[in-house]
Nanobody, 113 residues
Framework: QVQLVESGGGLAQAGGSLTLSCAAS????????MGWYRQIPGKQRELVAV?????VTDYARSVKGRFTISRDKNMVFLQMNSLKPEDTAVYYC?????????WGKGTPVTVSS
């Protein structure tokens, strides 16, 4: 089992910045993919950004150029700049290893206009 704990969510103004952090513990294996997803009530959870163990990254088109994902050992970070009201959501940390997805409990991000 892998446990994920997110931190760093909160309230920001449009144009502002927030940094999310996620700490993974437990049976964390090499070669996993770590990432961030977000969900608005009533909508499907969507990918925000992922980073492989080799630091290869991928971003949703809506955040490319504004958000930066990075990882350090068993931590993954999401630097969010130029925030927009449409970035408001609950953000979830994710680890994929072998065929299993692990999720954190989520951290809310609210961006006011």
């Amino acid at each position: 089992q892998v446990q994920l704990v997110e931190s760093g969510g909160g309230l920001a103004q449009a144009g502002g910045s927030l940094t999310l952090s996620c700490a993974a513990s437990g049976s964390v294996l090499n070669g996993n993919i770590m990432g961030w997803y977000r969900q608005i009530p009533g909508k499907q959870r969507e990918l925000v950004a992922v980073v492989s163990s080799g630091s290869v990254t991928d971003y949703a088109r809506s955040v490319k150029g504004r958000f930066t994902i990075s990882r350090d050992k068993n931590m993954v970070f999401l630097q969010m700049n130029s925030l927009k009201p449409e970035d408001t959501a609950v953000y979830y940390c994710n680890v994929k290893q072998y065929a299993t997805d692990y999720w954190g409990k989520g951290t809310p991000v609210t961006v006011s206009s």
